[in-house]
């Protein structure tokens, strides 16, 4: 990959291209009428190729090849880093290194796009998608030189792209002894600011590849999936990952997949609607507010009101804090009948497969929605969910156990998977039940 530097650069910047047209242009067209299909109107490909393709499949490549995206082919990696060379080379301030905004960018980000229905109209995909790059290229033209600063602390997937990427079967493995013994060279200007000699995973590795090489030390190999997570330095264990991965990965990004199609929704709508007209509060029933920030879209009948909002926000939050507070509590009790009462925040990578698994299971129902549209349709889905979230309940259950001390693993076992447990009852009640 190092030596072929120019040619990735080419890729990179035709994925510039390609996405500027497919964010840009379709918020300008007219929206399609029923007889229109993904092959032959820009709106509904880009809604598809962006929505139904890109986002669904990035995640499975986290946990394929690492953060390759992130490296090779992510076009506001390549902007912000573009704008990074050109830019005031300012110092980077400690507040903009806060370990906390992944997990603010990933929530707002994930509920703001729901509150705007920005998998559907391409107005709102432009909005999120342009903000999230004219920011990338601000902070690129601001901070740092020649490096990603936006990606390495800001962009609201890293934090997740970070922890799907420790199941990969692939890393950039340092070898020190070899890193000691080779000759004086020129350092790696690692865009990410990994410190490369000590890189022992790929949780911050962008996978680029420049580094490949570097000493005769750093070579790309292959590695059992999910071993980075039970051989996870201290230094690298963060409460913040496990934060992320419990309400917002299991919580939020669940509960902004499910609330459409939710009964307990439903009847949370209705039953603030009855309680309100009895009272002859009127307003939140018939209220909306612009398409920037709630759904309202009068040419498609799709308008939300205030109370839809309302809604929506509070089953996200209700889903969030339920899963989320099932996990830490499952974590935390684990760790203590393991005699580790501080290993809890490891544990929770343990649940990363299953958060993997809700992850890709919800944005493929996008997939799988777009092609229903175009008469599309796969009879053996069920089984396929079914066998999804068996892959991820037992493959977190492996990473768990092994991260238990053995003499008490059965009953520490049993406390600690009580999070991956609610996240796959409360996707088989989705599809299963409701």
């Given at each position: 990959?190092?030596?072929?530097?120019?040619?990735?650069?080419?890729?990179?910047?035709?994925?510039?291209?390609?996405?500027?047209?497919?964010?840009?242009?379709?918020?300008?067209?007219?929206?399609?009428?029923?007889?229109?299909?993904?092959?032959?109107?820009?709106?509904?490909?880009?809604?598809?190729?962006?929505?139904?393709?890109?986002?669904?499949?990035?995640?499975?490549?986290?946990?394929?090849?690492?953060?390759?995206?992130?490296?090779?082919?992510?076009?506001?990696?390549?902007?912000?880093?573009?704008?990074?060379?050109?830019?005031?080379?300012?110092?980077?301030?400690?507040?903009?290194?806060?370990?906390?905004?992944?997990?603010?960018?990933?929530?707002?980000?994930?509920?703001?796009?729901?509150?705007?229905?920005?998998?559907?109209?391409?107005?709102?995909?432009?909005?999120?998608?342009?903000?999230?790059?004219?920011?990338?290229?601000?902070?690129?033209?601001?901070?740092?030189?020649?490096?990603?600063?936006?990606?390495?602390?800001?962009?609201?997937?890293?934090?997740?792209?970070?922890?799907?990427?420790?199941?990969?079967?692939?890393?950039?493995?340092?070898?020190?002894?070899?890193?000691?013994?080779?000759?004086?060279?020129?350092?790696?200007?690692?865009?990410?600011?990994?410190?490369?000699?000590?890189?022992?995973?790929?949780?911050?590795?962008?996978?680029c590849g420049r580094c490949s090489g570097h000493r005769d030390a750093v070579t790309l190999t292959p590695r059992l999936p999910g071993s980075e997570v039970t051989s996870l330095p201290e230094r690298e264990v963060s409460s913040w990952d496990?934060?992320?991965?419990?309400?917002?990965?299991?919580?939020?990004?669940?509960?902004?997949?499910?609330?459409?199609g939710s009964p307990l929704y439903v009847a949370l709508k209705q039953s603030l609607a009855a309680w309100l007209v009895e009272r002859g509060i009127m307003f939140p029933l018939t209220e909306t507010l612009p398409w920037w920030m709630l759904?309202?879209?009068?040419?498609?009948?799709?308008?939300?009101?205030?109370?839809?909002?309302?809604?929506?926000?509070?089953?996200?939050?209700?889903?969030?804090?339920?899963?989320?507070?099932?996990?830490?509590?499952?974590?935390?009790?684990?760790?203590?009948?393991?005699?580790?009462?501080?290993?809890?925040?490891?544990?929770?990578?343990?649940?990363?497969?299953?958060?993997?698994?809700?992850?890709?299971?919800?944005?493929?129902?996008?997939?799988?929605?777009?092609?229903?549209?175009?008469?599309?349709?796969?009879?053996?889905?069920?089984?396929?969910?079914?066998?999804?979230?068996?892959?991820?309940?037992?493959?977190?259950?492996?990473?768990?156990w092994r991260l238990l001390p053995v003499e008490r693993r059965p009953l520490a076992w049993l406390a600690a998977m009580a999070g991956a447990a609610a996240l796959a009852g409360t996707w088989s009640l989705f599809f299963f039940v409701w």
């Amino acid at each position: 990959m190092a030596r072929h530097a120019g040619a990735i650069q080419a890729f990179q910047w035709v994925m510039v291209a390609v996405y500027l047209l497919l964010v840009t242009v379709p918020a300008f067209l007219p929206p399609p009428d029923d007889s229109k299909h993904i092959w032959d109107n820009l709106v509904l490909f880009a809604q598809f190729a962006f929505w139904g393709v890109w986002w669904p499949f990035v995640m499975v490549s986290m946990l394929v090849m690492g953060r390759a995206w992130c490296g090779v082919f992510c076009p506001e990696g390549a902007m912000t880093e573009w704008a990074s060379r050109r830019g005031l080379g300012r110092a980077i301030p400690p507040w903009l290194r806060w370990k906390g905004w992944p997990f603010v960018a990933f929530v707002c980000t994930t509920v703001y796009g729901q509150m705007i229905t920005v998998y559907e109209y391409p107005e709102a995909a432009l909005l999120i998608l342009g903000a999230s790059t004219v920011m990338a290229l601000g902070i690129g033209l601001v901070y740092g030189r020649g490096i990603r600063v936006w990606c390495r602390y800001l962009c609201p997937a890293s934090g997740v792209f970070s922890l799907l990427s420790r199941l990969s079967p692939v890393h950039f493995r340092v070898d020190r002894e070899s890193w000691e013994a080779a000759e004086r060279v020129p350092a790696v200007a690692c865009a990410t600011l990994v410190d490369v000699r000590a890189m022992t995973g790929g949780g911050s590795c962008h996978m680029c590849g420049r580094c490949s090489g570097h000493r005769d030390a750093v070579t790309l190999t292959p590695r059992l999936p999910g071993s980075e997570v039970t051989s996870l330095p201290e230094r690298e264990v963060s409460s913040w990952d496990t934060n992320l991965l419990a309400f917002g990965v299991m919580g939020v990004a669940t509960g902004a997949f499910q609330w459409s199609g939710s009964p307990l929704y439903v009847a949370l709508k209705q039953s603030l609607a009855a309680w309100l007209v009895e009272r002859g509060i009127m307003f939140p029933l018939t209220e909306t507010l612009p398409w920037w920030m709630l759904t309202n879209y009068a040419s498609t009948g799709e308008v939300f009101t205030l109370l839809d909002g309302a809604c929506l926000i509070a089953y996200i939050a209700a889903v969030a804090v339920t899963v989320g507070s099932i996990t830490l509590a499952g974590l935390w009790l684990g760790a203590r009948l393991a005699g580790r009462p501080e290993a809890r925040w490891r544990l929770g990578y343990g649940l990363i497969p299953m958060g993997a698994v809700g992850l890709i299971i919800g944005l493929s129902s996008l997939t799988l929605t777009q092609l229903a549209a175009e008469g599309i349709s796969f009879v053996w889905l069920p089984e396929a969910r079914a066998g999804l979230l068996a892959v991820g309940l037992a493959w977190s259950g492996v990473l768990v156990w092994r991260l238990l001390p053995v003499e008490r693993r059965p009953l520490a076992w049993l406390a600690a998977m009580a999070g991956a447990a609610a996240l796959a009852g409360t996707w088989s009640l989705f599809f299963f039940v409701w």
